[in-house]
């Protein structure tokens, strides 16, 4: 707790009414309603250690309400969630120049260039983040035209880049599994799955395709199954068979071969 009388520690009502930068130390909201706690460069100290006259512990910092997007009105689980890592930056005011009523609205990317120090304020208390040193935090891949990239990254690996580089203008969807849906600058599709791939259909699937079809299964059975109705192969020129065991052909009915002519070797 603050032993300092409220009055004592607050700024100036002028500043009060100002947009500051603050460093979030805390995510984790016991309410899981996106607040975060932020320790703020002109309001807090960056000692952590309470003392009589000074020291703040991120623990007695204010919760600091999120300032979302419009879309959809951040009501009712409707909207653009997300939430931002301890130690990143971020643009905040305080609401009717309230100093325990601190509203985030904006993260703020930089090049840092020194590790976490959980010893002291505005730092992220875990010694997570930031884990790129000397880098800029602004996500440019490198296979882009710096700043042509419109990216969506996450902290555990996954990504979805949007790219309008001249002559290499494409869009990635990336799991951090390296399953990966790839559209490039031709609009060629590459779909990358490294584990299984199901698709369930509830009605019809029509499927109708410009050119070629090459279907290679290189470990495993290739089967299909219609658990109802007919199975119709129709093909404009030759139909080829060609089996390294055998070809068994089983029929609840009759079976039908009709050609001007048939060999049988």
Avoid at 32 to 49: S, Y
Avoid at 50 to 59: E, I, K, L, R
Avoid at 166 to 179: D, F, Q
Avoid at 198 to 207: L, Q, V, W
Wanted: hydrophobic share 30%.
């Amino acid at each position: 707790m603050i032993k300092n009388d409220l009055t004592d520690l607050q700024p100036p009502q002028s500043k009060l009414n100002s947009i500051y930068r603050g460093i979030v130390e805390e995510n984790n909201d016991p309410l899981k309603a996106g607040r975060c706690r932020v320790r703020v460069f002109g309001v807090h100290t960056a000692v952590k250690e309470q003392t009589t006259t000074t020291g703040v512990p991120t623990a007695d910092l204010p919760w600091a309400e999120p300032a979302l997007s419009i879309i959809e009105g951040s009501i009712s689980n409707y909207g653009v969630w997300g939430v931002p890592l301890q130690g990143s930056h971020v643009f905040l005011f305080f609401e009717n120049g309230n100093i325990l009523n601190p509203r985030f609205f904006a993260s703020a990317p930089g090049i840092p260039t020194t590790a976490p120090d959980t010893t002291v304020g505005f730092n992220d208390p875990d010694g997570v983040y930031p884990d790129k040193i000397d880098d800029p935090d602004y996500y440019s891949p490198k296979d882009s035209e710096y700043p042509e990239c419109i990216s969506f990254v996450t902290h555990g690996g996954h990504r979805i880049e949007v790219d309008n580089t001249p002559g290499n203008k494409r869009i990635l969807i990336y799991h951090v599994s390296g399953t990966q849906f790839d559209v490039d600058n031709a609009g060629n599709i590459t779909i990358t799955g490294v584990s299984t791939e199901d698709e369930n259909i509830a009605s019809d699937k029509g499927t109708t395709i410009g050119g070629k079809l090459d279907l290679n299964v290189n470990g495993g059975n290739y089967n299909i199954n219609v658990n109802s109705g007919n199975c119709d192969l129709t093909v404009s020129g030759d139909c080829n068979i060609d089996a390294g065991g055998n070809v068994n052909l089983d029929a609840g009915g009759n079976v039908n071969v009709n050609g001007s002519s048939i060999y049988l070797n």
